[in-house]
C-alpha cells in the first residue's frame, strides 16, 4: 500500500518564539511531498499540556497517517537522514580546506593576475593555518583537553596545548604576508614535526580511535590521515619558505 502523503505536525508559534525545528519539520514534510496539517501550540500552558497528553518530552511532534514519528530528528531519521549528531565525520576540516583553496585561488588571482600560481598554493596553506588556527581558539580550554588525548608534547607539558593554536596563527599570518620569516618558519616547522609525529604514533602505531582536536574541541573529525595531512602541509610550507631564496 502507498504511504499516506498527509502528515499532522504540532509546533511551538508563539509571538515571542517560533520553533526553528517545527519550521524545519514542515519544510521537510512538504520537501518529501506531504499536505502538513499545521497545528500551532501558540501558549507554554498549551504546549505543556500536549507533551503531558501525548506523554513526549518536547516539540515538534509528527504524525504520518496513525503513527507517531517524532521530532525532527526522528522525522529526518525516517526519511533515511543521518540522525546521529555524535558519528565522526570529516565533512568540517573538507567544507574548510575547500573554502581556503577557493580564497587563496581568488586572492592570488587578483596579486598576480594568473588564474594558477605558486603564491596561491602558499596562501592555501597559510589561509588553512589561520583558519584551524581560529577554529581551535573559539574555545582554547575544550581544544587543549582533547589535544592532550594524543599531542605527545602536550602530555608532558599542558601549557603547549593552550600555545598551539596561537603559534598555528602567528605561523599562518606571517606566512600569508611573507614577512619575519625567521619567526614563522621555525614556528611551522617545530609545531608540524610534534604534531605529524603524535598523529602518526596514535593512530598508525597504537591503533587508537580518536577525534581531532584540529578543528577545534567540539571536533567530530576522527583522527587520521587528514589530521597527518595538517601537519605534513606545515612543514612542507616551512622548508618551502627556507628554500625559496635559494630557487630563485
Known sequence: MAESKSAKLYRMVMEDHVCPYGIKSKWLLE????????????????????KEKHAVKTTPQ??????????????????????DDNATSYRPVIVLFVMMALMAAGAAWVATG????????EWFVSFSMCGLAYLKLRDVESF???FLNYDLLAKRWVPYGYVYP??????????????????SIPVALTIG?????????AIYIDKRELKCACVGGDSNVPLGFVSLTENLSMIAMAIWMLAKPALA
Not at 31 to 50: I, M, N, P
Not at 62 to 74: L, Q
Open 193 to 201: 614535526t610534534i604534531g605529524a609525529v603524535s598523529v602518526f604514533k
Open 144 to 146: 587543549s583537553t582533547m
Open 166 to 183: 596561537f603559534a598555528e596563527g602567528l605561523a599562518g599570518v606571517l606566512m600569508t604576508a611573507h614577512i619575519l620569516n625567521w619567526v
Open 31 to 50: 520537501s518529501k511531498g506531504y499536505a502538513v496539517e499545521d497545528h500551532h501550540l501558540t501558549t507554554r500552558e498549551e504546549t505543556d499540556a500536549f
Open 62 to 83: 509528527t504524525w504520518i497517517g496513525s503513527e507517531r514519528i517524532g521530532g525532527y530528528t526522528d522525522l529526518r531519521a525516517h526519511f533515511g537522514k543521518s540522525a
Open 114 to 121: 594568473k588564474p594558477a600560481s605558486i603564491l596561491a598554493v
